[in-house]
């Protein structure tokens, strides 16, 4: 079986500022990964996934994430964060070829201050 | 397209009592799935159907029963509610195909036990 693990809890950071988010897998298979957005009172929606090909994936909201094979790891970046980015993140992990079923890591609460 | 509705937004239950929460998609999906949230606990799965007629166990499905007579619907039915049920509840579905399609949420509901 799959798991995943986001490493921080919470990550406060101020206005324009880098941020990275840190994603760590487990699986014996190739896999599929996935970063969802959940912002304050609403459900989560799509920030980008990784699939096959290139390892750098972009998504939107100027979100970037790179797949890393031999570290298992698919860390969410972002140049310079704003205000309205603070939300919480969760990546997931579903096997390829196998259940649909996705695994969520338990999310990472992003605190935004000016 | 309304994307995956979800009723009530609130609700407020006492303890015995029973309810049902609604879900609905107009995707065509054939994976519909119930999520509880929990502070720390991220996103752990109650039940989940493959398609009408079919469903399944998920991480945590004790006190929580699911149907699926149509594609578009997947209550989830709360039989006898405990304080240890107060969470927020989140529908997702997606089509199947080996786990590379992502999950739409919906806006989730918000239920108190007391």
């Known amino acids: 079986a799959q798991s995943v693990t986001q490493l921080d809890s919470q990550v406060p950071v101020f206005e324009e500022a880098p941020v990275e988010l840190r994603c760590n897998y487990s699986?014996?298979?190739?896999?599929?990964l996935f970063w969802y957005v959940q912002y304050p009172n609403q459900g989560l929606q799509l920030l980008l996934k990784?699939?096959?090909?290139?390892?750098l994936v972009k998504g939107i909201n100027g979100f970037e994430a790179e797949f890393n094979k031999s570290q298992t790891s698919f860390h969410l970046r972002k140049p310079s964060v704003h205000i309205s980015d603070t939300a919480e993140y969760f990546c997931a992990v579903s096997v390829q070829g196998g259940s649909y079923i996705p695994t969520f890591g338990r999310g990472t609460s992003l605190i935004v201050h000016p | 397209n309304a994307g995956v509705t979800q009723t009530p937004k609130f609700q407020v239950l006492k303890t015995g009592q029973s309810m049902t929460l609604q879900c609905a998609q107009d995707m065509n999906h054939e994976y519909m799935s119930w999520y509880r949230q929990d502070p720390g606990m991220g996103l752990r799965l109650i039940h989940y159907s493959v398609g009408a007629g079919i469903t399944d166990q998920g991480e945590v499905p004790n006190g929580y029963n699911v149907s699926r007579s149509t594609t578009e619907d997947f209550p989830l039915r709360l039989l006898s509610a405990a304080p240890s049920q107060t969470s927020v509840y989140f529908c997702?579905?997606?089509?199947?195909?080996?786990?590379?399609?992502?999950?739409?949420f919906g806006p989730g509901t918000r239920l108190t036990v007391l």
């Open positions: 997702a579905s997606s089509f199947t195909s080996g786990g590379a399609n992502e999950q739409f």
């Open positions: 699986s014996s298979v190739s896999v599929y």
């Open positions: 990784y699939l096959s090909g290139s390892t």
